[in-house]
């Protein structure tokens, strides 16, 4: 198994719900990432799990609240979000989280926020 | 941090020509050069990568080509088709930033495939 599971694919939600994504691994990966992708822009980073331990935050609000309950599995809280919080979640995991490892990317949650 | 400029942000080939995309960063300590390609809809999916110690890699119609003196590296694809239609980012990494320490994409080139 060589894939990065990411559900829902689409999710529509107000600026007052409490939703969440979910991104799944079994190929024995140690480093788990979640990027936002607006249209026509690369991705940017927004947390990193290595060894279920967060190591990166880059200063991302708090209504993202991203959580790691095991190696294979990785959370991303959504609440109180923005119109211009809309855009594609993508979640990838790489072997151990060194900067030299391919990474490899579920297809994405394309969220919009009302 | 790592800074990435990529050109061209489009480029329009004839079905058969060749494209080439180059990607310039800072870090000089940088030591892995990979390609990510981006279908529309899709995930982005690393087509190929060098690493510092070789100045060349080819895998079929794509070849990555390293030039670490004057930090830039390019993707090279020949007989250009339609599938190769995409965004294509770079992401230099391996010095002070990259992997568990954030990974940064250039802004991206969109390839046009023209019959």
Known sequence: DTEVTQTPKHLVMGMTNKKSLKCEQHM?????????????????????YSYEKLSINESVPSRFSPECPNSSLLNLHLHALQPEDSALYLCASSLTGRSNEKLFFGSGTQLSVL | GENVEQHPSTLSVQEGDSAVIKCTYSDSASNYFPWYKQELGKRPQLIIDIRSNVGEKKDQRIAVTLNKTAKHFSLHITETQPEDSAVYFCAPSGGSGGGADGLTFGKGTHLIIQP
């Open chain 1, 28 to 48: 024995g990966h140690r480093a788990m990432y979640w990027y936002k992708q607006k249209a026509k822009k690369p991705p940017e980073l927004m947390f990193v």
